[in-house]
Structures are given as structure tokens and as C-alpha cells.
């Protein structure tokens, strides 16, 4: 279709423009369907928080409510997850025109605030208890944090498939970041049985303070980055201009762009100058196919320009 400006200064402002969207249809990078795991995770993780949290108030140990407010904001982590994911499959609008994909990135970028947060309410209460300490019942966080190891485990494993997907490996960080909290409570429990050393258990606190920042940065960084728009850290720009470039008829390749469009979905603008550009549309669908093929790259615009004296009159 024509389209009326060029971005290339190089070449005649008379030189049509040819505007070719193309979506793959060889698969789908529609979020996938994890209603069921999210819904099975935060029944469990609410439940389990009130138990830690209570036993960790009743029975003087930090590190048992330490990991219950991990896993709260778990809970709060997995909402918000659950509901970019269902939000992402809602149909575009004439306000939204892409529809609401990108939700899944500032899910991501919420949990990973989350998270801080859950650092800094939890060293507040290590300080605390560091200057009015309390008697730790071993037993206690042995047993309590051992159910919260199954709990979180399970959860996590119901999360393992959707890695590629920053939002879902966000959970799955939550979950598997749990587990071995959990772990190191119960090591910490054993430990203050068999020692009777009370200062353990703050100890402990602050190993899974900074656990979880070491969990955050990696989520953090990465949603931050989507955020801002930045190419996927799987994508090499230069390697996509190139595959464009090599294309038959391409002279040259410029006003590359690459984005997210949501945790798993890319989209890209290029064009592309071809002087003896072919009048029908195949090559634009076979080059947005191979950009999905090699790149996964599923929403391709390509707009070719072309020299008018080399064009002929049926173009």
C-alpha cells in the first residue's frame, strides 16, 4: 500500500512505499494457559502464610516470619502474574490496539518491587529482634518451614514449562526462591536444637534477605529492560539486519526496529530498499515467516522502498 513519507534521505521523496504485516501462524507465542497452576499456587501459599506467620509470632522465630513475608509477597506476586496473564489474552480494542500483552511486563516489573520490598520489611524485623531477642523453638521452624519446602516446591514445578515467558519464570522464581528459604530454616532449626544458639535464627533472617536480592536482580533487570523497550536479550540485532539484508532483491536495511510486545510476543520495523522490488506481496509473507523461523519474531511490518526508474508501469 502507499504510504506517504520515507524515513530514508537518501532516496526520492516521489518513491512509493510498499507496507507489508504479516503474522506467522506456524505456532502461537499467546501467553500460555496457567490458570490452574495460579490458582493452586495462591490457595496454598495464603493458607501457608498464616500458619508460618502465626507459628513464627507464637514460638519466637524470626526466620519462620521472615519467610512467611516472602511468601506473602509471593502470593501478591502470583495475582498479579495470574491477572497479566489472563489480561494478555484479551482482545485488542480501538484505545488498545495491540490489546493489553504488554501487562505481563509490568507484572514482571511489579513483582520484582515486590520483592524489594519483602527485603526491606524483613531486615526492619532482623534489626529488630536482633536488639530484643527471643528464645527460637528449633522443632518448630523444623517442621513449619519442612511444609513450607513441599509447598513451594510443588508450586514451582507447576511453573517449570513456561521459562521462556518473563512473567511465568518470574513466579517460578518466587516459588523455587521459597523452597530453599524454606530449606535454610529447617538447617537453621536443626541447628538451634542441637546448639541451643538463639542468634541462629537471625542469622538465617538475613541469608534469605539477601537470597531473595540475589533472586530480584536478575527478574528486575530483565523487566526493567522490557520495559524501556529493550530488544530481547535473545535477539541479535545484527544477525536479524543481516538475514534482511541477505534477502534476494535487498540493497539495504535501515530504520531497524525490534521490541516486546509482551513477556513472550516480539515485534519488528524495518525498511527495506529493493529497486527491482517484485509487485506482489510474497516476499514480504516468506521474509516475516523466516524472521519467525530463525528469530521468533512473530509481528514482522516491513515496508520496502524502491527506485521509480526501475519500476515498472503495473507497480
Known amino acids: 500500500m502507499g504510504h506517504g513519507h520515507s524515513h530514508h534521505g537518501g532516496h526520492d521523496k516521489d518513491h512509493d512505499h510498499d507496507h507489508g504485516h504479516h503474522h506467522g501462524h506456524g505456532h502461537s507465542h499467546a501467553p500460555a494457559d496457567f490458570g490452574r497452576a495460579f490458582a493452586i499456587g495462591i490457595a496454598l501459599n495464603s493458607a501457608f502464610v498464616v500458619v508460618e506467620a502465626s507459628f513464627g509470632f507464637l514460638y519466637g522465630s524470626m526466620a519462620l516470619v521472615a519467610d ?89 514445578m507447576l511453573f517449570m514449562r513456561g521459562q521462556d515467558d518473563l512473567n511465568i519464570r518470574g513466579a517460578y522464581l518466587h516459588m523455587a ?86 513477556t513472550t510476543e516480539t515485534a519488528l520495523t524495518a525498511h527495506l530498499v529493493m529497486p527491482g522490488a517484485p509487485c506482489a506481496d510474497t516476499f514480504l509473507h516468506q521474509a516475516a515467516e523466516s524472521l519467525e523461523a530463525r528469530f521468533g519474531i512473530g509481528h514482522a511490518t516491513l515496508q520496502i522502498e524502491r527506485d521509480s526508474l526501475h519500476c515498472g508501469a503495473d507497480c
Open 177 to 262: 526462591a521459597d523452597a530453599l528459604v524454606s530449606a535454610g530454616v529447617v538447617l537453621a532449626g536443626l541447628a538451634i536444637v542441637f546448639t541451643g544458639l538463639a542468634w541462629i535464627d537471625p542469622l538465617v533472617s538475613f541469608a534469605i534477605a539477601g537470597l531473595i536480592a540475589f533472586a530480584t536482580w536478575g527478574l528486575a533487570k530483565d523487566s526493567i529492560k522490557m520495559s524501556l523497550l529493550a530488544v530481547p536479550a535473545s535477539i541479535d540485532v545484527s544477525e536479524v539486519r543481516a538475514h534482511l539484508a541477505s534477502l534476494e532483491g535487498v540493497q539495504t536495511v535501515h530504520d531497524l526496529h525490534i521490541w516486546p510486545m509482551s
Open 68 to 156: 512467611a513475608g516472602h511468601n506473602l509477597s509471593d502470593v501478591l506476586a502470583l495475582m498479579l502474574a495470574w491477572g497479566a496473564n489472563i489480561a494478555a489474552k484479551r482482545a485488542p480494542t480501538e484505545r488498545f490496539t495491540y490489546g493489553f500483552k504488554s501487562s505481563t511486563i509490568l507484572a514482571a516489573l511489579a513483582n520484582a518491587l515486590l520483592l524489594a520490598v519483602a527485603i526491606g520489611a524483613i531486615l526492619f524485623e532482623t534489626v529488630h529482634r536482633l536488639f530484643e531477642p527471643a528464645e527460637p523453638q528449633g522443632m518448630v521452624m523444623v517442621i513449619v518451614a519442612g511444609i513450607g519446602i513441599a509447598i513451594n516446591a510443588g508450586t514451582a
